[in-house]
């Protein structure tokens, strides 16, 4: 209601990311354990910083008396309709009790502030660790420790996950091959996600406790898969791995909360919450225009007419209560698509079911015949009850938001006019509304694939020059193959995400010189400690986002014997 009174990491392991220029193109860098990339030294810029007056008097005179159509007004006013304004509230708040109707306007005409202040918003931004277990994993558990980074680890054997990661870790005990050992509030807080969780291959003649033998690489054993088949683990367990984390971790293009998608329109229930809740007579309406919008597809249209007969001023459009409030908090604001009239409207956002209660509410400005994005950061979301800024009002907080409001007013905040407001009729179509990511976006899902994948069915391959798991793609279950398809999800997902393709790992420890490519052609090796800073580190390189890439380590022994000396 509108109401009025006048990291730099130690090793060179990142620093070719920024030539990553896409799938498609082939690039190919040296680097020396002494030379310092600009990706590595920067980092992405900080994050943005993140009522009724006594003009208006009710007198109970009885509570059974019925009135039909306009109250009549003193000489010099209009009538205030009665009907519009029960049809309102019935709108809204369903079929009201007159009695309860009545003790709820006396109390939120009486009160000057809300009753129950909310709670201030915790920070969240967990990384979440998958194969936290295995050799990478648990070492990129042990990097974000050290980095002092928040860390929730899903693992399948709870007991070892604690032997290995200590007592006090945040553990999920989940199976990715298995949909409903994960649970949606297990992934509550998450933000990032690396993925490290790999099909096992294993020596056929068995291996030590301490896998030995898988250490020392696949070519001094004959291999094969041990448990769960490539397809469960590397593209079920993806599938369901993604559809777990993909509330939590936000869109590339945000989530859709009105307007069209994928051929699809989303609706919401709007209804009108104009002046007549205090006397005026502004009047707007919410339709949907079939061919009204930037490309003649659908839009909504804010329609109506606002006066100041009656000390009124504002229209607007508010929907009913979500069914399920909206979880956008891995989002950093809203944005609106619409066409706009050269006016400055208002967003006002609830966290309350209350129906009278703190907005968060956010100014904009359009142009005039124009289709613009207006993006709104939750930043710049000013808690206003009844007209008035709340100076210790919570931050807004989007872990649960329950309805959305659309206004038009003569009034800002606090006394201050709106320069752009005239009586009159005005329309306001609006296409979409929908959460977005600020910019630069970084990856929110790094995934440990492996090199190779793309090369068991490509022609004219020499296999004897290819890595084993090339070579035996087809006798472990088409383990390459299914790597590639779960590439592919991710791909498709739209979870703002980076692919690191190592060579073939070894417990070596990091610190080698590095060669990062793109085309899946290079063969060689690479420590695990190498890739699991490397994972850590494209988390935050907006250079990383959406890109694919092999990586190789290359000892000075080996560097020699590939690179001409210099004279």
């Known amino acids: ?28 860098n040296k680097f020396s354990k002494n030379s310092v990339h600009p990706w590595l030294l920067s980092s992405p810029p900080p994050k943005p910083i993140f009522q009724l007056d006594d003009r208006l008097q009710y007198r109970q005179k009885s509570a059974h008396r019925t009135y039909r159509g306009p109250i009549l007004a003193e000489a010099g006013k209009q009538g205030w309709d009665l009907g519009r304004f029960l049809k309102t509230l ?14 709820f306007l006396i109390e939120k005409l009486s009160s000057p502030s809300p009753s129950e202040p909310k709670k201030s918003m915790e920070s969240s931004g967990i990384v979440l660790v998958v194969g936290a277990t295995g050799g990478v994993g648990r070492r990129v558990v042990d990097v974000l420790q050290k980095k002092g980074l928040p860390v929730r680890v899903l693992a399948r054997n709870e007991e070892k996950a604690r032997k290995m990661l200590g007592p006090d870790i945040d553990l999920i005990i989940g199976d990715i091959t298995k949909e409903s050992t994960l649970l949606p509030e297990y992934f509550k807080g998450v933000r990032k996600v690396i993925n ?15 896998r030995e033998k898988y250490s020392q690489g696949i070519k001094f054993f004959e291999p094969e898969i041990k448990g769960d088949s490539p397809e469960m683990v590397e593209f079920v367990g993806m599938r369901n791995l993604i559809n777990a984390v993909k509330g939590s971790v936000g869109l590339r293009n945000g989530k859709l909360l009105f307007g069209c998608e994928d051929n699809g329109f989303r609706d919401l229930a709007w209804g009108a919450l104009d ?54 908090s891995s989002y950093d604001g809203l944005e609106l698509r619409l066409k706009g009239d050269g006016r400055r409207y208002k967003l006002i956002v609830r966290t309350s079911r209350d129906w009278d209660t ?12 124009q289709w613009q994005s207006i993006r709104l950061p939750f930043s710049s979301f000013v808690p206003v ?7 210790d009002a919570p931050p807004f907080d989007p872990r649960s938001i329950v309805s959305l409001q659309l206004m038009f007013s003569k009034f800002e905040y606090d006394g201050k006019l709106n320069p752009t407001f005239v009586e009159g009729p005005f329309q306001l179509p609006v296409s979409s509304i929908r ?26 391959l020499d296999l004897s020059k290819q890595p084993p798991a090339v070579r035996l793609n087809k006798e472990l279950d088409f383990i390459l193959t299914f790597k590639l398809k779960g590439e592919d999800l991710i791909r498709e997902s739209g979870i703002p995400y980076a692919i690191v393709r190592p060579c073939a790992l070894t417990e070596e420890p990091a610190g080698a010189d590095l060669i990062f490519d793109q085309g899946d052609n290079i063969t060689g090796k690479i420590s695990r400690e190498e890739i699991a800073r490397i994972c850590i580190a494209a988390l935050e390189s907006p250079y990383a986002l959406d890109k694919t890439f092999e990586v190789d380590g290359i000892t000075g022994k080996e560097l020699l014997e590939q690179s001409p000396v210099p004279v």
């Open 358 to 369: 703190v907005g968060y509410t956010a100014s904009f400005d359009t142009t005039e015949g």
């Open 90 to 103: 019935y709108f809204f708040n369903g079929p009201p009790s007159p009695s309860k109707f009545f003790e």
């Open 385 to 391: 009850f009844r007209a008035r800024t709340v100076s």
């Open 1 to 28: 209601m509108e109401c009025f009174n006048s990291t730099k990491l130690s090793s060179p392991c990142t620093s070719s990311i920024l030539n990553l220029q896409g799938s498609s193109s082939l690039v190919c």
């Open 435 to 460: 959460t977005f990511i600020k910019d630069p976006v970084t990856p929110r899902f790094v995934h440990v694939s492996s090199a190779g994948v793309t090369r068991p069915d490509r022609p004219g």
């Open 275 to 328: 002046d007549v809740v205090m006397g005026g007579v502004s009047e707007s309406t919410f339709i949907i225009d079939t061919t009204g919008g930037e490309k003649g597809g659908p839009a909504g249209l804010f329609k109506g007419v606002v006066s100041t007969t009656n000390n009124g001023g504002f229209t607007s459009i508010r929907t009913k209560n979500f069914s399920v409030p909206e979880d956008l």
């Open 196 to 210: 490290a969780a790999s099909v096992i291959v294993g020596p056929k003649e068995g291996d030590t406790p301490e």
